[in-house]
Antibody, heavy 120, light 110 residues
Framework: QVTLRESGPALVKPTQTLTLTCTFS??????????VSWIRQPPGKALEWLAL???????YYSTSLKTRLTISRDTSKNQVVLTMTNMDPLDTATYYC????????????WGQGTLVTVSS | QSVLTQPPSVSAAPGQQVTISCSGS????????ISWYQQLPGTAPKLIIS???KRPSGIPDRFSGSKSGSSATLGITGLQTGDEADYFC???????????FGGGTKLTVL
């Protein structure tokens, strides 16, 4: 049974760095073809993909947010961590992590999401 | 501005059918598999179509997907009130080396 769960602060101040953790089970990021993505969704708006890390430890980032994002993994803990620097109120959104299958490009299992509000 | 283009909304009566379009380019839909996601109000997105036209286990055959060139279509037959949701298309963009989504389509079952 594949599950993913996001954790992190619900509130951050402008200019601070956000750190989110995705803890997963039911699959291994060491398995060829396995990837984990981070996606966000501002209230009432569309999905926006942020970053992906794959089984080979390769990292991919949204072009528009590349300079602010870092994705990393800890395979021993089954965790993927996303950091986003210089947070702004426009970054207020629900942040999701999702298992992603290389080749298929599908995000087949999603976490429940965590709402992050950026406000002073 | 999303890389993939979807209509903002569609509507139909219960029991009827509806299609949702998703258009892109050769760098995304044209040369990669397309997926479709259903997002019920207040919940996380759920994969309903992968690899252009494959339904994950548990997804009813009322949902179908197709692709032609740089466009894709999600079809839903026998509409139910429980199908009211936002639907998103997504794929890999080989030029951007990124996952890209459509802006989403809100389905209303009248």
């Amino acid at each position: 049974q594949v599950t993913l769960r996001e954790s992190g602060p619900a509130l951050v101040k402008p200019t601070q760095t956000l750190t989110l953790t995705c803890t997963f089970s039911g699959f291994s990021l060491n398995t060829s073809g396995m990837c984990v993505s981070w996606i966000r969704q501002p209230p009432g708006k569309a999905l926006e993909w942020l970053a992906l890390i794959d089984w080979d430890d390769d990292e991919y980032y949204s072009t528009s947010l590349k300079t602010r994002l870092t994705i990393s993994r800890d395979t021993s803990k089954n965790q993927v961590v996303l950091t986003m620097t210089n947070m702004d109120p426009l970054d207020t959104a629900t942040y999701y992590c999702a298992r992603t299958s290389f080749g298929s490009n599908s995000l087949d299992y999603w976490g429940q999401g965590t709402l992050v509000t950026v406000s002073s | 501005q999303s890389v993939l283009t979807q209509p903002p909304s569609v509507s139909a009566a219960p029991g009827q059918q509806v299609t949702i379009s998703c258009s892109g380019s050769s760098s995304n839909i044209g040369n990669n598999y397309i997926s479709w996601y259903q997002q019920l109000p207040g919940t996380a997105p759920k994969l309903i179509i992968s690899d252009n036209n494959k339904r994950p286990s548990g997804i009813p055959d009322r949902f179908s997907g197709s692709k032609s060139g740089s466009s894709a279509t999600l079809g839903i037959t026998g509409l139910q009130t429980g199908d009211e949701a936002d639907y998103f298309c997504g794929t890999w963009d080989s030029s951007l080396t990124a996952v890209v989504f459509g802006g989403g389509t809100k389905l209303t079952v009248l």
